[in-house]
């Protein structure tokens, strides 16, 4: 019963990872459960990009998203969040050529609606490059009036490692855009070291950090997050099993955690599951997931 009394944040989830199959239905329904099924199963983190794009490719116009952050914002309501930032593929908006200000202003509408605050981080796809990056920040910058909270990057951390994006960080924040990078996810410490020497004020995922104790240490010293996703690491192959996901380790070691879905449809999962596991599977008692809820509203940008 704690789950439901206990305000909440959401910080690390994306719209575009959220389309169950009966919105995607709704968006297409000349889709068939079989295709759903097929085009979304995967078995390590290459297949899990690949069903995210074939996902992304099935938004087609500004409605969609409006319908995707619809759905989506009612779910979040629905776990007594009070407070959402929600990442939009912005880089993939663009690479699929589409509108970017008329689909920015088709979510922004939507989360205009809700009950609760909801922001937007824009996030551009690291192995892409720089380049691409740079009309994602431009744009973000030009809406922080207007729902946008934050920057980052995404993907394939291997292909699009932090440090190339540096000039891009630091035009954010000059902008006054807050800044986020997913990392240590699927590379080692070193990726989240990279993405705190480019100005990131919370790191997505970040696991690798278990493995360097001198990283832990400047976490827990500098009060810099991570969005820890279990059943996100364990769908994709980021950690070998659930057991073996270092969600405790690094609890235990003082780095503060913030407990996020990433992309609850395509691993099944909600915000309510994933403190579920934390208690079932970690031993989180009610005193720490408590703890938890209060780090997600902590580190929001602008709680």
């Known amino acids: 019963m704690w789950f439901d009394h206990t305000p909440k944040a959401e910080l690390h989830l994306h719209l575009e990872g959220s389309l169950d199959p009966e ?20 078995s390590d983190f290459a297949g899990f990009l690949k069903a995210f794009v074939w996902e992304n490719k099935l938004l087609c116009k500004p409605e969609h998203y409006a319908l995707a952050a619809r759905r989506l914002i009612g779910k979040l309501a629905s776990q007594n969040v009070v407070y959402a930032e929600i990442t939009l593929s912005a880089g993939v908006v663009l690479w699929k050529k589409q509108n970017l200000e008329d689909v920015y202003e088709a979510i922004w509408e939507e989360s205009r609606k809700a ?12 192995q892409f490059g720089p380049d691409p990056a740079l009309p994602v920040v431009d744009f973000a910058a030009a809406h922080i009036r207007q729902g946008v909270v934050a920057f980052g990057i ?17 035009r954010a ?31 997505g995922h970040g696991i690798a950090s278990v493995d360097d104790a001198s990283l832990l240490t400047h976490l827990r ?3 810099i997050p991570l969005e820890v996703s279990v059943s996100s690491n364990v769908r994709t192959g980021a950690v070998a099993s659930l057991e073996a996901h270092p ?11 913030v407990v996020g879905t990433d992309d609850p449809a395509l691993f099944d999962t909600s915000l309510r599951r994933e403190y579920e596991i934390l208690a079932r599977h970690f031993g989180f008692s009610e005193d720490e997931l408590k703890e938890l809820a209060a780090t997600s509203l902590r580190y929001a940008f602008r709680w």
Do not use: M, Q
């Open 23 to 42: 919105t995607l239905l709704e968006i297409d329904p000349s889709l068939t459960a079989d295709e759903i099924t097929a085009n979304t199963a995967y």
């Open 247 to 257: 969600v405790r380790k690094i609890f235990d070691a003082g780095v503060p955690i």
């Open 154 to 170: 995404g993907g394939d951390e291997a292909r699009g490692p932090a440090s190339s994006f540096r000039d891009i960080f630091r």
């Open 115 to 126: 009950a609760f605050p909801v922001y937007w981080i824009l996030d551009a796809v690291r």
């Open 221 to 223: 010293e500098r009060a």
């Open 173 to 203: 924040k000059d902008a006054g855009l807050r800044l986020t990078c997913h990392a240590g996810e699927t590379c080692g410490p070193e990726s989240i070291w990279e993405a705190i020497e480019v100005g990131a004020e919370r790191i």
